[in-house]
């Protein structure tokens, strides 16, 4: 008696079903069940009621001991009394115990769509069938979908973050929504285009805030859909596009400095050995690919557009609008931790420590970073900094006007934003003064970026994990199930 009673417990709505018996049959623990529930109309839910007749109802249940278990109920028909009722027979339903026309009760359903959602289809599949519930790949992929089909709208959003993420790297992309007050995903899109933007916006009336990245999609999406909620340009994309700029901004530097007396070669310097066979090869490849530089600035002024060009000369047009704006040839970028000695087993420094005297080339992406993040530095890298500063004494200035700018981030003055700009399109500073120039055009979503604590942070976050799904998937899966996988999990009762 108290082993029957354990496993009515044991059964998904213990209060409602009653044990009739336990047998096993090849490798499955059949149980039979029947329900004590009294009967009710679903059409008019009346109790006026007489029985009909019954049938047996296999349902597949959460194994026990890794063996399968499959629970045979004992379904009622009954008739309705009521004579104003359209119904006039009717199965009892369970639907604490399985959905109607189901094979499976609705726990194992669950365990199933979630053991998918959290693993994928294939490898969900394999883990299922090794705990004795074995399932096939598209019967999993469906209970996600099902799920993701049955889910609840969003409550109502106030904070809204919005980014894109890419199908296929600069060929396709979708967009990512989320809910910043409550850290949760509410939606994806399948492009990323403000009309789409704008169409999600017009559904839900209650955003006040919006945060998202520089580029101008989302920014005419946002003022569409959602003409009285404040942008914030995130802080995070300011400060890598001011790095951008400060690199760009260094490498111009040394490639001016060049055709500068003194600064390629010193006097009193050896003179260059004999080129060894890669550095002979890596001449050749700087001449043609100086040609390409040739040949583009040509076309360039001519007027041609950039694809024109790139198609032409067998560059990306991204290649080709920095070649156009370097104002000089830029020079393939060295590693900063490369020394290219002029004579083998030459020490690095001098004996009173000077940097050697033979270095004129710097990584400008490492000191663009060094610049702007003085309080990280080691010592060997502040040296680093200093003779890069002494080679180069121009690059004081831009060090200055790059942190001013994050000063005012971290201590938030927005009130400073304006001399700053002025300051660094008055520069010398090309790119730098580029940067300030379109900062105006978006002044006061950067202005709420340094004054609000909003940010996409955990939006790029949440854009990590869906990398992550789609690569397990091996891009063999559409959007539904994408979607279905990167929405966060909702119990059932809630689904």
């Known amino acids: 008696m108290e082993a029957i009673d354990a496993i009515r417990e044991s059964l998904p709505t213990p209060g409602q079903l009653l044990v009739e018996g336990v047998e096993q049959r090849e490798g499955v623990v059949v149980v039979r069940v029947s329900s004590t529930a009294p009967p009710r109309c679903p059409a008019c839910a009346g109790s006026c009621v007489s029985y009909h007749s019954r049938y047996d109802r296999r349902l597949r249940d959460l194994p026990w001991q890794g063996r399968q278990v499959q629970l045979r109920l004992r379904t009622r028909r009954f008739r309705c009394r009521n004579g104003a009722c359209p119904r006039k027979i009717f199965a009892e339903s369970l639907p604490g115990v399985a959905s109607a026309r189901a094979r499976e009760s609705r726990r194992r359903c669950e365990t199933v769509a979630l053991v998918g959602y959290t693993v994928g289809g294939r490898p969900g599949a394999r883990l299922l069938r090794r705990l004795g519930m074995a399932s096939s790949t598209d019967t999993v992929l469906r209970r996600i979908k099902a799920r993701a089909r049955n889910r609840t709208p969003p409550l109502r959003v106030r904070v809204l973050g919005v980014d894109d993420w890419a199908w296929r790297k600069r060929q396709r992309y979708g967009t990512l929504l989320m809910d910043l007050e409550r850290a949760r995903v509410i939606d994806l899109l399948p492009d990323r285009s403000a009309r789409g933007f704008a169409a999600w916006l017009g559904k839900h009336d209650h955003i006040e805030v919006i945060s998202r990245d520089r580029g101008g999609l989302y920014a005419d999406g946002g003022r569409q859909g959602a003409p009285a909620a404040r942008q914030i340009t995130d802080r995070y994309h300011l400060v890598s596009n001011l790095a951008e700029a400060l690199e760009r901004d260094v490498q111009r530097l040394q490639i001016e400095a060049r055709v500068e007396p003194g600064v390629s070669q010193s006097a009193d310097e050896p003179r260059a050995l004999q080129p060894t066979l890669i550095e002979a090869r890596r001449q050749r490849c700087r001449q043609a690919r100086f040609h390409r530089f040739q040949t583009a600035i040509e076309l360039g002024r001519r007027g041609y557009r950039h694809d024109a060009i790139a198609k032409q000369v067998g560059i990306s047009a991204g290649t080709v609008s920095r070649w156009l704006q370097a104002g000089a040839f830029p020079e393939r970028q060295i590693r900063s931790d490369r020394r290219r000695e002029r ?153």
Not at 368 to 376: D, F, N
Not at 391 to 413: E, Q, S
Not at 455 to 484: C, D, T, W
Request: no cysteine; glycine share 6%.
């Open 343 to 495: 004579a083998p087993f030459r020490s690095l420094y001098a004996g009173d420590g000077k940097p050697p005297t033979n270095r004129t080339h710097y990584s400008s992406g490492r000191v663009a970073s060094l610049l702007l993040t003085p309080e990280r530095r080691s010592p060997a890298q502040k040296r680093h900094v200093d003779a890069f500063l002494r080679l180069y004494p121009k690059a004081r200035d831009l060090r200055r006007l790059a942190l001013r700018f994050r000063a005012m981030l971290r201590w938030r003055k927005a009130t400073r934003l304006a001399a700053w700009m002025h300051a660094a399109v008055s520069s010398d500073f090309h790119f730098l003064a580029q940067f300030a120039r379109v900062l105006g055009r978006d002044l006061g979503a950067v202005e709420q970026a340094i004054t609000s604590r909003w940010s996409n942070g955990p939006v790029e976050g949440h854009i990590n994990r869906l990398k992550m799904i789609k690569r397990q998937m091996y891009g063999r899966a559409g959007f539904e199930l994408l979607k279905a996988r990167v929405l966060p999990w909702e119990p059932e009762d809630n689904a």
